[in-house]
């Protein structure tokens, strides 16, 4: 593994460590996966998507912008819950828009709390480590799985 790669794993960990924005925390993915990213809540709503500008993908701006999926995606999301069982943990679908997409399922203590989905767009899929898809599952994951917890705590608090 050359310098310049750990060097970009150790700031993405840093950076994931020391902000609580899911936000940035999924530009800053997007970032070192050199892809485009998009998160989903387990109910197929949008928690965020990475910048789009320059992105020439007309499902994946119309996503953006609807702020849910379409039944058919959520759907194929839906459908990513048997992968637990397999040795990989994500999938890579070609029928959503003309960019590919590899889709993982963000799971927190044996549940399904999210998805996430990069779009093939800069760089093939496959030329991505998948310890680099890892870390920014896991951060992503660990963010969100926060969220949640601070919004469904102040949902028992009213």
Not at 18 to 31: R, T, W
Not at 76 to 99: A, C, K, Q, V
């Amino acid at each position: 593994m050359s310098n310049d790669m750990m060097e970009q794993r150790s700031a993405f960990l840093n950076f994931a460590f020391h902000v609580n924005n899911i936000q940035q925390l999924i530009a800053q993915g997007a970032s070192l996966l050199e892809n485009p990213i998009a998160v989903f809540d387990p109910h197929y709503y949008t928690v965020a998507y990475s910048d789009t500008r320059g992105i020439q993908d007309e499902v994946w701006l119309a996503g953006k912008q609807r702020g849910y999926c379409l039944f058919e995606y959520a759907a194929m999301l839906h459908g990513l819950d048997h992968i637990r069982e397999h040795s990989t943990s994500f999938e890579i679908f070609d029928d959503f828009g003309p960019h590919r997409r590899r889709i993982s399922p963000l799971i927190s203590n044996s549940v399904t709390i999210g998805y996430l989905t990069v779009l093939e767009y800069h760089h093939r899929l496959e030329e991505i480590p998948d310890d680099l898809y890892d870390l920014v599952i896991g951060a992503i994951t660990k963010e969100l799985a926060v969220e949640q917890a601070i919004k469904q705590s102040q949902q028992t608090d009213s």
